[in-house]
C-alpha cells in the first residue's frame, strides 16, 4: 500500500522495529529512520492501548560524482588525445548547502576519482595543487572533457543531484609552466657574443 506497514495485537512494552535490507531494491541506502542512526532499526516503547504512527524508515538511490584530473600538455583547457592523467592528486567533496566535506579521496589509475554511495543533494568538488603545476583554463565548452576546476580555489560549480543520478564530467587539468629568460648585456666589440668582461644591461625591458 505505498510502502505502509502495521503490526497489531502488541501488548505495552518495549520493541525494535527493523527493516529486512534484503527485501529492498538493490543499491538503497537509509535516509531516514525514527532514531536517528540509519542502522535500518528503531527502537520505542509502546503503552496499553498505544497506537504509534511515527516508526517511518526512508530509503533512497545513492548519487555519485567524479570524473578526472589530466595533464594538459598544451595548456589548452581541453583533454586531447594522448594527454596523460594525474594520479595522487587529492579531491574533496563539500555539501554545497551546508559548505562541509562530505568525502576525501586521491585520483588513481591515471588520474581518476570517483565519489559514491551519496546522498541526493548538492556537491562541489575542490582540487588540491599539485607541485610544479598550474591550473588549466576553466570551462572551455566541452562539458565532459574540459576543466571544471577554478583557477585560484580549485573548486568546481554546485552540482544537484536526485536519487539514482550520476555526474561523471568534473574534471581538472594541470600545466607544467615554461620560463624563459637569461641576460642582456653590452656588446663591447659588437660580435654577437658574450665576452668575458663584458657587462649587463639593466632595467632594459623584455615582453613576452
Same mark, same amino acid.
Given at each position: 500500500?505505498?510502502?505502509?506497514?502495521?503490526?497489531?495485537?502488541?501488548?505495552?512494552?518495549? *520493541?525494535?522495529?527493523?527493516?529486512?535490507?534484503?527485501?529492498?531494491?538493490?543499491?538503497?541506502?537509509?535516509? *531516514?529512520?525514527?532514531?536517528?542512526?540509519?542502522?535500518?532499526?528503531?527502537?520505542?516503547?509502546?503503552?496499553?492501548?498505544?497506537?504509534?504512527?511515527?516508526?517511518?524508515?526512508?530509503?533512497?538511490?545513492?548519487?555519485?560524482?567524479?570524473?578526472?584530473?589530466?595533464?594538459?600538455?598544451?595548456? @589548452?583547457?581541453?583533454?586531447?588525445?594522448? $594527454?596523460?592523467?594525474?594520479?595522487?592528486?587529492?579531491?574533496?567533496?563539500?555539501?554545497?548547502?551546508?559548505?562541509?566535506?562530505?568525502?576525501?579521496?586521491?585520483?588513481?589509475?591515471? %588520474?581518476?576519482?570517483?565519489?559514491?554511495?551519496?546522498?541526493?543533494?548538492?556537491?562541489?568538488? $575542490?582540487? &588540491?595543487?599539485?607541485?610544479?603545476?598550474?591550473?588549466?583554463?576553466?570551462?572551455?565548452?566541452? $562539458?565532459?572533457?574540459?576543466?571544471?576546476?577554478?583557477?585560484?580555489?580549485?573548486?568546481? %560549480?554546485?552540482?544537484?543531484?536526485?536519487?539514482?543520478?550520476?555526474?561523471?564530467?568534473?574534471?581538472?587539468? *594541470?600545466?607544467?609552466?615554461?620560463?624563459?629568460?637569461?641576460?642582456?648585456?653590452? =656588446?663591447? @666589440?659588437?660580435?654577437?657574443?658574450?665576452?668575458? &668582461? $663584458?657587462?649587463?644591461? =639593466?632595467?632594459?625591458?623584455?615582453?613576452?
Amino acid at each position: 500500500g505505498g510502502g505502509a506497514y502495521t503490526i497489531t495485537g502488541l501488548v505495552a512494552g518495549t *520493541y525494535t522495529a527493523r527493516v529486512d535490507v534484503s527485501t529492498l531494491s538493490a543499491g538503497m541506502i537509509a535516509t *531516514y529512520d525514527l532514531a536517528g542512526d540509519l542502522d535500518n532499526s528503531a527502537t520505542f516503547m509502546l503503552s496499553p492501548s498505544q497506537v504509534r504512527t511515527d516508526l517511518d524508515f526512508g530509503y533512497t538511490q545513492p548519487v555519485s560524482m567524479g570524473d578526472r584530473v589530466w595533464s594538459d600538455l598544451n595548456a @589548452n583547457g581541453v583533454q586531447d588525445v594522448g $594527454e596523460p592523467g594525474l594520479d595522487g592528486v587529492s579531491v574533496t567533496l563539500y555539501n554545497s548547502v551546508f559548505n562541509t566535506i562530505a568525502g576525501t579521496t586521491v585520483t588513481s589509475g591515471g %588520474g581518476s576519482y570517483t565519489f559514491g554511495n551519496l546522498l541526493p543533494g548538492s556537491y562541489f568538488v $575542490e582540487f &588540491g595543487t599539485v607541485v610544479g603545476y598550474s591550473r588549466t583554463l576553466v570551462d572551455q565548452g566541452v $562539458e565532459t572533457g574540459d576543466s571544471d576546476a577554478d583557477l585560484v580555489t580549485g573548486r568546481t %560549480g554546485s552540482v544537484t543531484l536526485s536519487s539514482g543520478q550520476s555526474n561523471l564530467t568534473l574534471d581538472a587539468g *594541470y600545466f607544467a609552466p615554461a620560463a624563459i629568460g637569461d641576460f642582456v648585456y653590452n =656588446d663591447a @666589440n659588437a660580435n654577437g657574443q658574450q665576452d668575458g &668582461g $663584458e657587462a649587463g644591461l =639593466d632595467g632594459v625591458p623584455v615582453l613576452g
